[in-house]
């Protein structure tokens, strides 16, 4: 989809649109007072306090037509610049322009406002030069809002709009945006049984059911195997830890705001805990290491907490607890190039076998005016930083830097990808850290029998387990490959009275030869039962009629495809391992 706010055109078009709005609101709701209405990448929007009203969706079209009846009118959109006193003035009997005018400073910045016929707003602009030119628009959504994003402050209600150039552009996004909704790894979710969340539960906390847990499984299984085969060793640490520990490493001074709040049992203070270091940092120390032994390479599924916003959760993309796919190998500072290397080279590897193509790489620096939030050792950091843009050049990597966005305790390269639906965000991560080693004073003994202090890389592939599979979900539209498909095959009787013994045996065939398969023999009609399968999305649905019982032979449909092929069972079977081993995505 077209990023708006990237675009200026669009930009200036939508920002416009979103005073088109301010101003229909106004004319059907006269008390309607107004906070921000900005440009997003999607469109545009305006938080609005209405007082005691509150609309809903079937209100969108009402202001619709208000907002072309005004577009029609044609009027000018003047600006004018102001004093602070005039603007406090001016806008004297709307507290949430008053809050913006009192925090501007009229020495350092111009105070603009936007008037269009009986409507001003307080505004830095630009606009187009008139409301004629807003004409391809389309109100999408409506939702609730905390004024400055304060959750002690009122609910304000935002409302989501779009304006094109065109009206095949206008009508081009509204069909992307229904694609996306088919997308939704949520909708998904709920239609394939795959998770399920419950506010009793608690909000941000997903449920996996049957078939969640079979894709959870093998996408453990999975990147597991390649682990080992690299040489890691896996372990299970609580989801908990003593608040000394993220002392000891320093997450409880800079990273306690997304924490949950401490417990106190028996004198002592714990947290859920929000990463997997500190417990792998305590697994390195428990014994003596030698430069001969590293490197180390600590591998875990490991469960963590959060806390997240209410505002910000969204299904299994961003919740509350989740399940990293993390590692923390434990180097020598002359092995730090090589291991760097081989976190890519998996990574890439991953993406390769699994066909994911949108991504593009991140290297995330210090910003060395920030002392408080980075470890202050510029030595460290600058030789960090240069070891990890020299492997990426070497491998022929082409990425960008992001100052500011390193861990406290170490520069990172992150793998952004880009969803099927939503905003782009980080998938895979490898972070450099000098710093937790010495915090937790870890030691080898290196060929001179000194003792050293080694170097961690902390890296996920899939980042969690939860994030990736959302993703997956929504680039597959739900048809998961079949070696993640809840159910890989299912075995269908044309009538349940004459072909029912002939699927039962084909049924246990396929069970014991490790295919995750179901017998549909329910007296119901074929078609009904094929429309079943196609909507569950199932790889496979085998069709045994008198033919195939009397041939001892099986005709398959592929999901989404109308034409059968008749092979043996054992053909079958060689067909449904071969894709199963290659991973592929049809």
Not at 60 to 85: C, Y
Not at 103 to 108: A, F, G, H, P, V
Request: glycine fraction near 6%.
């Amino acid at each position: 989809m077209i990023n708006i706010k990237e675009d200026e055109k669009l930009s200036v078009l939508n920002h416009s649109c979103a005073h088109l709005l301010a101003q229909a609101v106004k004319h059907l709701y006269k008390d309607a007072k107004f906070w921000v209405g900005p440009v997003i990448e999607e469109g545009f929007y305006y938080d609005i306090d209405l007082g005691d009203v509150t609309l809903t969706e079937e209100d969108l079209p009402k202001i619709e037509r208000e907002m072309k009846k005004i577009a029609k009118d044609g009027k000018r959109i003047v600006r004018e610049e102001i004093s602070k006193k005039e603007a406090l003035e001016r806008f004297k009997d709307d507290p949430y322009k008053i809050d913006l005018i009192e925090r501007m400073n009229e020495d350092e910045e111009v105070i603009s406002c936007y008037t269009q016929g009986d409507f001003t707003d307080l505004c830095r602009g630009p606009h187009v030069e008139t409301v004629k030119l807003l004409k391809y628009f389309k109100l999408l959504k409506i939702s609730g809002a905390y004024w400055k994003g304060d959750s002690n402050n009122k609910v304000l209600q935002r409302i989501y709009g779009i304006c094109f150039e065109t009206e095949e552009d206008l009508q081009n996004h509204l069909k992307e945006l229904e694609e996306a909704k088919l997308r939704d790894h949520r909708k998904l979710g709920k239609d394939l049984g795959i998770f399920l969340t419950n506010d009793l539960v608690g909000k941000g906390l997903p449920m996996y059911l049957p078939n969640g847990y079979i894709i959870w499984e093998q996408l453990e299984n999975y990147i597991k195997e390649k682990e080992r085969k690299m040489g890691y060793l896996h372990v299970l640490t609580p989801p908990l830890g003593n608040v000394e520990l993220y002392k000891t490493s320093g997450h409880w001074d800079h990273y306690k705001e997304n924490m949950f709040p401490k417990m106190e049992v028996e004198g002592e203070e714990f947290v859920l805990r929000p990463m997997n270091c500190p417990h792998h940092m305590m697994i390195y120390a428990n014994g003596i290491h030698s430069y001969k032994d590293l490197p180390i390479r600590i591998g875990e599924i490991a469960r963590d907490c959060r806390f997240e916003a209410s505002g910000a959760l969204k299904g299994i993309e961003r919740t509350r607890s989740f399940c990293q796919n993390d590692a923390h190998l434990f180097v020598t500072p002359e092995q730090i190039e090589s291991e760097f290397s081989k976190v890519v080279e998996l990574i890439l590897d991953v993406y390769k076998e699994l066909n994911i193509t949108d991504f593009r790489f991140e290297l995330s620096l210090r910003d060395k005016e920030d002392k408080v939030k980075y470890y202050d050792d510029d030595k460290m950091w600058d030789d960090a930083e240069d070891k990890l843009r020299k492997v990426l050049d070497k491998i022929g990597i082409d990425y960008t830097e992001k100052i500011g966005e390193a861990a406290f305790y170490g520069p990172k390269l992150d793998v952004q990808v880009k969803p099927a639906v939503g905003n782009e965000y980080s998938l895979s991560t490898c972070q450099l850290d000098f710093c937790l080693p010495m915090k937790f004073d870890l030691a080898y003994i290196d060929k001179n029998g000194e003792r050293k202090t080694p170097v961690v890389l902390h890296r996920a592939v899939f980042g969690s387990l939860d994030r990736f599979i959302a993703y997956y979900l929504e680039e597959t539209k739900g048809a998961l490959p079949l070696w993640l498909a809840p159910t890989q095959v299912v075995v269908m009787p044309v009538s349940s009275e004459h072909q029912k013994d002939y699927a039962e045996e084909v049924y246990e065939y396929l069970k014991e030869n490790g295919i995750r398969v179901k017998l549909d023999d329910r007296n119901e009609k074929l078609g009904y039962r094929l429309r079943e399968s196609q909507t569950a999305k199932i790889p496979y649905t085998l069709i045994l009629g008198d033919n195939e019982k009397n041939d001892n032979k099986v005709s398959y449909r592929l999901y989404s495809k109308k034409d059968t092929t008749t092979v043996s069972k054992e053909e079958f079977l060689k067909i449904l391992e071969e894709e199963i081993e290659k991973k592929s995505r049809k």
